[in-house]
């Protein structure tokens, strides 16, 4: 199977700054990689995804990144907002048929006024 | 246009009971996801279902578990004789079936707590 990893488990940033969340994943036949953010009590909602064929994707102050050599892709938030703050996690898919998506442990970023 | 639905919101079982959540698709979605999550975890994968046939059940316990996606009605997932390790948060997904890659959207959630 497919097995993903995701650093760090917390991050603390002061308002304005950038903030950096890293997952790797282990089965190269991966090509598919959205990122989710989950507030308390409520649903994952997706927030960017990426597609093996390209290297970064970008969307206003969120930027994806990937590496498929190295088999890690990355979270890039910049100016950041309190309301930035939430739990992060990233996943993969193998996208075939068998739709499945294989998620980390999740990011709880704090963002401080 | 209603997202993905689920209910109920929240569920309390007492050992032994049995749990029953729905999931409706997002309009024109065909394919369903079920995901466990359990306190400061990740989600994890239970079952993929399209309308009347289990894709991949890979996820799903071999005993008390079981998922089905009739061809009129939302998607139900069933745990029968429920123990306290059944309490997490249930999400369910849905995607349009169109093509490979497809975006995944949740819905909120059932929160089950077996006491």
């Known amino acids: 199977g497919e097995n993903v990893e995701q650093h760090p488990s917390t991050l603390s940033v002061q308002e304005g700054d950038s903030a950096v969340i890293k997952c790797t994943y282990s089965d190269s036949a991966s090509n598919y990689f959205p990122w989710y953010k989950q507030e308390l009590g409520k649903r994952p909602q997706l927030i960017i995804d990426?597609?093996?064929?390209?290297g970064e994707k970008k969307d206003q102050r969120i930027a994806v990144t990937l590496n498929k050599t190295a088999k890690h892709f990355s979270l890039h938030i910049t100016e950041t907002q309190p309301e930035d703050s939430a739990v992060y996690f990233c996943a993969a898919n193998k996208g075939s048929t068998l739709g499945r998506l294989y998620f980390g442990r999740g990011t709880q970023l704090t963002v401080w006024p | 246009n209603a997202g993905v639905m689920q209910n109920p919101r929240h569920l309390v079982r007492r050992r032994g009971q049995e749990a029953r959540l729905r999931c409706s698709p997002m309009?024109?979605?065909?394919?369903v996801y079920w995901y466990r999550q359990l306190p400061e975890e990740g989600l994890k994968f239970m079952v993929y279902l399209q309308k009347e046939n289990i894709i991949d059940e890979s996820g799903m316990p071999k005993e008390r578990f079981s998922a089905e996606f009739p061809k009129e009605g939302p998607s139900i997932l069933r745990i029968q004789q429920v123990v306290r390790g059944d309490s997490a948060a249930y999400f369910c997904?849905?995607?349009?079936?169109?093509?490979?890659?497809?975006?995944?959207?949740f819905g909120p959630g059932t929160r089950l707590l077996v006491l």
């Open positions: 309009k024109g979605h065909s394919h």
């Open positions: 990426i597609r093996s064929n390209v």
């Open positions: 997904a849905s995607s349009s079936g169109t093509g490979i890659q497809e975006t995944q959207y």
